[in-house]
């Protein structure tokens, strides 16, 4: 680890100005001090932002602004959530551990870093950690990396929970930036994919902040977060699907599904939802949803069986969102 | 004074059974168990030791090569950085349990990707830590280095003499049902809590050393080698050791590394391996390629056993995992062929991980037993309960005790066993296949000689001490027991003291030894202090009740202060392993039976019941035996389904060298375990006609998950682990 400054920000300006300036705003601190010991992230300047008025779930209109610095536990045990946004109550404790989702922060855990094995391996050549060394991952062992959205430059997925439950659930990201600047992102549009400039894993400027998160009025209909992983806890998705599908007269009302573990991002595809929609449920509805899902699909080798496998529990997710549990 | 034994033949006399105190075998909770949890148990990096530097390792980018130049310079003028060594005093590779003399010193020849190469000493760790990182390493990279473990042609020399007997092809050939498969493991790591670390201080002549080890003896050896000092010089401490597994067997790189940089600054110095360095620079479990051919005859008996191992490890290393250890004599079957290949590869050291041999050796052969019941057609229980051989297939001696067929019998009933052959895809719940599967579980009975001292005091109250360790498998509390049991005492007025090398040497902790053989030591020091007291009473040792530290003899007790009248009484007992082995074949047994539920959709795998009925002779504490089986399962989880170290093909360094991505079983994974112990007396095993326990519950624990997993879809897998990817490209999706 090298030696690096620290300060408390004071207000959300002060923050913003020393996120301005290269400091990495700290809160529970789950992810970033791990790579900051392995050196994968060397920052000169940590700004810490746990003081700042951000916490607490509160109504908004007819949805739900979650503050940054709600911790993944207290936001998985809220009531309303639980009871209107279940997906996300899911998807969250479906992550981690106890220990790590007490620490764990809305705004943190959605900017958590890939876990690439070859970007925590600072012997190594990584175009995300290391821009214009490289990608290790190409030819290398691939097993948890994207089939989707992926590029030349890296091939790096995006490992979280929460955030494909956020993009079901078309929340929407509070950005607070220098001189009491602000702006909304939808989570959606929040990660990036990685293009030639991997370094970038979201749409966040020098300076910018996350203040909140907004849910949507509640959605209803069935909401469903299932996560394929080789151990049962404590393991990062090899596909993970978030839906919420509401059902009227035996045919799909709506639908909003995402997928985590196969992409730089959370992977949203309008054209899913819309093909969806409107339709009676059916074996061959699920597989076209599949086939548009994985249309472009490449597998690295050692990932290969995420295709397979995507469309399996694509299918597994549809059956018993719109009924048929088996 | 020294009482000696040598286990040259079985002790009938069985002492133990004879004592009142009643305290053997009782599940009491372990005697060091209120200072773990408290944390006032301290381990070997936890010690507040005043002026002690802080040392970090280096370690080798390249697979094969040589170090050129190491430029101090580069960072002996960062903050607080006091020195660079490298040199041929620090190890390059972990030693080998029980070598007793230095592993491979020359860390500028790299042989591994991982090797350590140079150690960074500085004021505080984080400095130590950040100037490692900084370390300009200049490397002559070979291009010949072997790295890709998966290849199918590599040079290969053959371990030890293979086992050939009959005529093996001949014996398939004209069997009446046969299979021959083969079956693969990958990498695994020991994967101890605590990892590898040690403080080292030297006062001019005497090198003391707060390590993690199990085995001090040879430790002391290795280490006084490195160091070119004489082994009285050396002292190791260990009285707390969180968890082994055999990576702790030999030194590794902290041990001489510290030593070296206390004797060359003249001050402590502590070196405290990271998480990574535990998994890419300490030890391996090998990987392994296994042909398994087994030949029946038309009632399922054996008439041909084959078991052929492929291995590996570094050049020059003589340890090749043992995968045919069970084979030499479990299973029948007069034409035989057992034979182990190693492989030399530029991959870290290949050594002792979680009872190396039988761990991964058995779950090959059990899955190919389950093979064989389903091509006969019949219940696999009874395919093993037909082959259980009277003599040893190939030495021709007999059974110390052969307790299968009641291991078999126990945990069939216990599990409600559905007795038939097996017929795959037979229940579905949902999206869940449910299936059942079983495995014999065996391991060798090993044993080491020991030494250990007990004193009674004055005041009746008795102590034990061994270099001995306890690595968490409740060591402190057997050996209690026995001191308890034989001088008549309350558990509560024994002290044991482990983990010091000036105490007499124990057999160390590995092999599943430590109990039958340092507590025979302690046993016999027990007899030497009865027979003490029988003489001051005018008794013989047999005439002499001791119980609640009150001696009685004839109907006249007298407590034991009376007696010792202010004297303290010490005795040494010294156990040899002897030659029995030559005349019997003794290992522990058990069986596995276990429910799994496979996904139809996303092949995930999930064990939901769990039952293993184990002998392993007399049980000493009952908790501590049933728990250390039930670690043994645990690991047969993760051997099933989750564990594997991924070297990377092109660069030989392990892609997942930490906890998040070397997947050990969490609680989750791990149903009731539900553990029957049938009780023994063996009196070829030891004077206690106790065995082993500690690794018997791994042993075949993977292989019965996977004829589970068979049962539960009709998919026969034979590469471990069986991970969800594997499972749905042998399973149509619903």
């Given at each position: 680890?090298?030696?690096?400054?620290?300060?408390?920000?004071?207000?959300l300006?002060?923050?913003?100005?020393?996120?301005?300036?290269?400091?990495r705003?700290?809160?529970?601190?789950?992810?970033?001090?791990?790579?900051?010991?392995?050196?994968?992230?060397?920052?000169?300047?940590?700004?810490?932002?746990?003081?700042?008025?951000?916490?607490?779930?509160?109504?908004?209109?007819?949805?739900?602004?979650?503050?940054?610095?709600?911790?993944?536990?207290?936001?998985?045990?809220?009531?309303?959530?639980?009871?209107?946004?279940?997906?996300l109550?899911?998807?969250?404790?479906?992550?981690?551990?106890?220990?790590?989702?007490?620490?764990?922060?809305?705004?943190?855990?959605?900017?958590?870093?890939t876990?690439?094995?070859?970007?925590?391996?600072?012997?190594?050549?990584?175009?995300?950690?290391?821009?214009?060394?490289?990608?290790?991952?190409?030819?290398?062992?691939?097993?948890?990396?994207?089939?989707?959205?992926?590029s030349?430059?890296?091939?790096?997925?995006?490992?979280?929970?929460?955030?494909?439950?956020?993009?079901?659930?078309?929340?929407?990201?509070?950005?607070?930036?220098?001189?009491?600047?602000?702006?909304?992102?939808?989570?959606?549009?929040?990660?990036?994919?990685?293009?030639?400039?991997?370094?970038?894993?979201?749409?966040?400027?020098?300076?910018?902040?996350?203040?909140a998160v907004?849910?949507?009025?509640?959605?209803g209909?069935?909401?469903?977060?299932?996560?394929?992983?080789?151990?049962?806890?404590?393991?990062?998705?090899?596909?993970?699907?978030?839906?919420?599908?509401?059902?009227?007269?035996?045919a799909?009302?709506?639908?909003?599904?995402?997928?985590?573990?196969?992409?730089?991002?959370?992977?949203?595809?309008t054209?899913?939802?819309?093909?969806?929609?409107?339709?009676?449920?059916?074996?061959?509805?699920?597989?076209?949803?599949?086939?548009?899902?994985?249309?472009?699909?490449?597998?690295?080798?050692?990932?290969?069986f995420k295709?397979?496998?995507?469309?399996?529990?694509?299918?597994?997710?549809?059956?018993?969102?719109?009924?048929?549990?088996? | 004074?020294?009482?000696?034994?040598?286990?040259?033949?079985?002790?009938?006399?069985?002492?133990l059974?004879?004592?009142?105190?009643?305290?053997?075998?009782?599940?009491?909770?372990?005697?060091?168990g209120?200072?773990?949890?408290?944390?006032?148990?301290?381990?070997?990096?936890?010690?507040?030791?005043?002026?002690?530097?802080?040392?970090?390792?280096?370690?080798?980018?390249?697979?094969?090569?040589?170090?050129?130049?190491?430029?101090?310079?580069?960072?002996?003028?960062?903050?607080?950085?006091i020195?660079?060594i490298?040199?041929?005093?620090?190890?390059?590779?972990?030693?080998?349990?029980?070598?007793?003399?230095?592993?491979?010193?020359?860390?500028?020849?790299?042989?591994?990707?991982?090797?350590?190469?140079?150690l960074?000493?500085?004021?505080?760790?984080?400095?130590?830590r950040?100037?490692?990182?900084?370390?300009?390493?200049?490397?002559?990279?070979?291009?010949?280095a072997?790295?890709?473990?998966?290849?199918?042609?590599?040079?290969?020399?053959?371990?030890?003499?293979?086992?050939i007997?009959?005529?093996?092809?001949?014996?398939?050939?004209?069997?009446?049902?046969?299979?021959?498969?083969?079956?693969t493991?990958?990498?695994h790591?020991?994967?101890?809590?605590?990892?590898?670390?040690?403080?080292?201080?030297?006062?001019?002549?005497?090198?003391?050393?707060?390590?993690?080890?199990?085995?001090?003896?040879?430790?002391?050896?290795e280490?006084?080698?490195?160091?070119?000092?004489?082994?009285?010089?050396?002292?190791?401490?260990?009285?707390?050791?969180?968890?082994?597994?055999?990576?702790?067997?030999?030194?590794?790189?902290?041990?001489?590394?510290?030593?070296v940089?206390?004797?060359?600054?003249?001050?402590?110095?502590?070196?405290?391996?990271?998480?990574?360095q535990?998994?890419?620079?300490v030890?391996?479990?090998?990987?392994?390629?296994?042909?398994?051919?087994?030949a029946?005859?038309?009632?399922?008996?054996?008439?041909?056993?084959?078991?052929?191992?492929?291995?590996?490890?570094?050049?020059?290393?003589?340890?090749?995992e043992?995968?045919?250890?069970a084979?030499?004599?479990?299973?029948?079957?007069?034409?035989?062929?057992l034979?182990?290949?190693?492989?030399?590869?530029?991959?870290?050291?290949?050594?002792?991980?979680?009872?190396?041999?039988?761990?991964?050796?058995?779950?090959?052969?059990?899955?190919?037993?389950?093979?064989?019941?389903?091509?006969?057609?019949?219940?696999?229980?009874?395919?093993?309960?037909?082959n259980?051989?009277?003599?040893?297939?190939?030495?021709?001696?007999?059974?110390?005790?052969?307790?299968?067929?009641?291991?078999?019998?126990?945990?069939?009933?216990?599990?409600?066993?559905?007795?038939?052959?097996?017929?795959?895809?037979?229940t579905?719940?949902?999206?869940?296949?449910?299936?059942?599967?079983?495995?014999?579980?065996?391991?060798?009975?090993?044993?080491?000689?020991?030494?250990?001292?007990?004193?009674l005091?004055?005041?009746?109250?008795?102590?034990?001490?061994?270099?001995?360790t306890?690595?968490?498998?409740?060591?402190?509390?057997i050996?209690?027991?026995?001191?308890?049991?034989?001088?008549?005492?309350?558990?509560?007025?024994?002290?044991?003291?482990?983990?010091?090398?000036?105490?007499?040497?124990?057999?160390?902790?590995?092999?599943?030894?430590?109990?039958?053989?340092?507590?025979?030591?302690?046993?016999?020091?027990?007899?030497?202090?009865?027979?003490?007291?029988?003489?001051?009473?005018?008794?013989?040792?047999?005439?002499?009740?001791l119980?609640?530290?009150?001696?009685?003899?004839?109907?006249?007790?007298?407590?034991?202060?009376?007696?010792?009248?202010?004297?303290?009484?010490?005795?040494?007992?010294?156990?040899?392993?002897?030659?029995?082995?030559?005349?019997?074949?003794?290992?522990?047994?058990?069986?596995?039976?276990?429910?799994?539920?496979?996904?139809?959709?996303?092949?995930?795998?999930?064990?939901?019941?769990?039952?293993?009925?184990?002998?392993?002779?007399?049980?000493?504490?009952?908790?501590?035996?049933?728990?250390?089986?039930?670690?043994?399962?645990?690991?047969?989880?993760?051997?099933?389904?989750?564990?594997?170290?991924?070297?990377?093909?092109?660069?030989?360094?392990?892609?997942?060298?930490?906890?998040?991505?070397?997947?050990?079983?969490?609680?989750?994974?791990?149903?009731?375990?539900?553990?029957?112990?049938?009780?023994?007396?063996?009196?070829?095993?030891?004077?206690?006609?106790?065995?082993?326990?500690?690794?018997?519950?791994?042993?075949?624990?993977?292989?019965?998950?996977?004829?589970?997993?068979?049962?539960?879809?009709?998919?026969?897998l034979?590469?471990?682990p069986?991970?969800?990817?594997?499972?749905?490209?042998?399973?149509?999706?619903?």
């Open positions: 680890m090298r030696p690096f400054a620290y300060s408390r920000a004071t207000d300006d002060h923050a913003a100005r020393l996120a301005g300036d290269g400091a705003p700290i809160a529970g601190g789950t992810n970033l001090l791990d790579l900051m010991k392995l050196e994968v992230e060397t920052p000169d300047a940590l700004v810490d932002i746990n003081r700042l008025p951000l916490g607490g779930i509160e109504t908004h209109g007819d949805g739900l602004r979650i503050g940054a610095l709600v911790s993944n536990s207290a936001c998985a045990a809220d009531e309303r959530i639980r009871r209107d946004y279940p997906v109550a899911r998807a969250i404790l479906a992550g981690a551990t106890f220990q790590l989702r007490n620490m764990a922060t809305t705004a943190g855990n959605l900017c958590q870093r876990r690439c094995y070859y970007f925590y391996n600072t012997d190594m050549p990584c175009n995300k950690r290391a821009p214009g060394s490289g990608c290790s991952a190409i030819g290398g062992f691939n097993r948890i990396h994207a089939i989707l959205g992926a030349d430059a890296c091939i790096a997925t995006y490992p979280g929970d929460m955030a494909v439950a956020l993009c079901a659930l078309d929340a929407t990201v509070e950005i607070a930036g220098r001189d009491g600047q602000a702006r909304s992102v939808p989570v959606r549009a929040f990660h990036r994919l990685p293009g030639d400039a991997p370094e970038r894993d979201n749409i966040l400027e020098p300076g910018e902040v996350i203040t907004m849910l949507p009025a509640p959605p209909g069935k909401h469903i977060y299932r996560k394929v992983r080789d151990r049962s806890s404590y393991a990062f998705a090899l596909v993970s699907i978030a839906a919420v599908v509401r059902m009227d007269r035996g799909i009302a709506s639908a909003s599904l995402a997928f985590g573990a196969l992409a730089h991002k959370p992977w949203h595809d054209r899913i939802d819309d093909l969806l929609t409107g339709q009676a449920p059916s074996d061959a509805l699920f597989d076209a949803a599949a086939d548009r899902l994985l249309e472009g699909a490449t597998g690295q080798g050692a990932n290969d295709i397979p496998m995507a469309r399996r529990i694509l299918k597994a997710v549809l059956r018993e969102a719109t009924g048929d549990a088996t | 004074m020294t009482r000696t034994l040598s286990m040259d033949q079985p002790d009938d006399r069985n002492r059974d004879a004592m009142v105190q009643g305290v053997i075998g009782k599940p009491l909770d372990r005697l060091d209120p200072a773990k949890v408290t944390g006032s148990a301290l381990y070997a990096a936890e010690y507040a030791i005043d002026n002690c530097a802080e040392g970090v390792l280096v370690t080798a980018t390249i697979a094969k090569g040589e170090v050129t130049a190491i430029d101090e310079a580069s960072v002996l003028n960062m903050p607080g950085v020195a660079v490298s040199n041929d005093r620090m190890t390059a590779r972990a030693a080998q349990g029980g070598a007793g003399e230095s592993p491979v010193r020359k860390v500028r020849q790299v042989a591994y990707r991982g090797q350590p190469i140079a960074v000493v500085a004021e505080t760790f984080e400095q130590a950040e100037a490692a990182k900084r370390l300009q390493i200049t490397y002559r990279e070979d291009d010949d072997v790295i890709d473990q998966h290849a199918r042609a590599l040079p290969t020399e053959t371990s030890g003499e293979p086992t007997q009959g005529n093996l092809d001949r014996a398939i050939s004209e069997a009446a049902h046969a299979v021959d498969v083969t079956y493991t990958e990498c790591n020991s994967a101890p809590m605590e990892p590898h670390a040690s403080i080292a201080q030297w006062d001019g002549t005497t090198l003391t050393v707060h390590a993690s080890l199990q085995m001090l003896k040879y430790n002391v050896k280490l006084a080698d490195s160091m070119g000092l004489a082994p009285e010089n050396v002292r190791l401490l260990s009285p707390y050791v969180g968890g082994g597994f055999g990576s702790k067997l030999g030194i590794s790189a902290d041990v001489a590394a510290a030593s940089a206390a004797i060359e600054l003249g001050r402590p110095v502590r070196v405290v391996l990271s998480r990574q535990v998994f890419q620079s030890m391996r479990r090998s990987e392994t390629t296994q042909r398994l051919r087994l029946a005859d038309s009632e399922g008996r054996l008439t041909g056993f084959g078991h052929e191992g492929r291995v590996s490890n570094l050049p020059g290393e003589s340890f090749a043992p995968v045919t250890q084979s030499e004599y479990l299973y029948p079957g007069e034409n035989r062929t034979r182990i290949d190693v492989a030399r590869l530029n991959l870290l050291t290949a050594g002792s991980v979680r009872a190396p041999g039988e761990a991964v050796g058995m779950q090959a052969l059990e899955g190919a037993m389950d093979e064989l019941a389903v091509i006969i057609g019949i219940d696999p229980v009874e395919l093993r309960l037909r259980i051989p009277d003599r040893h297939p190939a030495k021709d001696i007999p059974y110390s005790s052969r307790p299968l067929a009641e291991c078999l019998k126990t945990g069939a009933e216990r599990f409600g066993w559905d007795v038939g052959p097996r017929r795959p895809c037979h579905r719940e949902g999206e869940w296949w449910i299936g059942t599967g079983m495995a014999t579980a065996t391991r060798v009975h090993n044993l080491n000689e020991a030494e250990a001292r007990v004193t005091y004055p005041d009746g109250t008795a102590a034990v001490a061994s270099d001995m306890d690595i968490g498998t409740g060591t402190y509390t050996l209690g027991q026995i001191a308890a049991e034989m001088l008549g005492l309350d558990i509560k007025d024994v002290l044991v003291r482990l983990g010091d090398s000036s105490f007499p040497p124990g057999s160390g902790s590995g092999g599943s030894w430590g109990a039958p053989s340092t507590g025979s030591a302690v046993f016999l020091a027990c007899e030497g202090i009865r027979e003490r007291l029988a003489k001051r009473l005018d008794c013989t040792d047999e005439e002499l009740t119980k609640d530290g009150f001696a009685t003899v004839r109907g006249q007790s007298i407590a034991l202060p009376d007696l010792l009248k202010g004297d303290e009484i010490e005795e040494v007992g010294h156990f040899k392993d002897g030659a029995i082995s030559d005349s019997f074949s003794s290992a522990m047994y058990g069986a596995f039976f276990t429910e799994v539920a496979v996904n139809a959709y996303s092949g995930e795998v999930r064990v939901r019941r769990f039952t293993g009925a184990f002998v392993c002779g007399r049980v000493l504490n009952e908790k501590t035996a049933i728990s250390q089986c039930m670690g043994g399962m645990v690991w047969g989880i993760g051997s099933a389904l989750t564990e594997e170290n991924i070297f990377d093909k092109r660069h030989g360094h392990i892609v997942n060298p930490d906890l998040a991505e070397y997947h050990i079983p969490v609680s989750l994974d791990v149903p009731h375990l539900d553990v029957v112990l049938v009780d023994e007396r063996d009196p070829a095993a030891s004077p206690l006609q106790a065995k082993g326990v500690g690794e018997l519950g791994i042993c075949g624990a993977a292989g019965a998950i996977g004829n589970a997993i068979h049962d539960a879809c009709g998919v026969r034979r590469s471990f069986f991970t969800p990817d594997k499972i749905i490209a042998e399973l149509e999706a619903p």
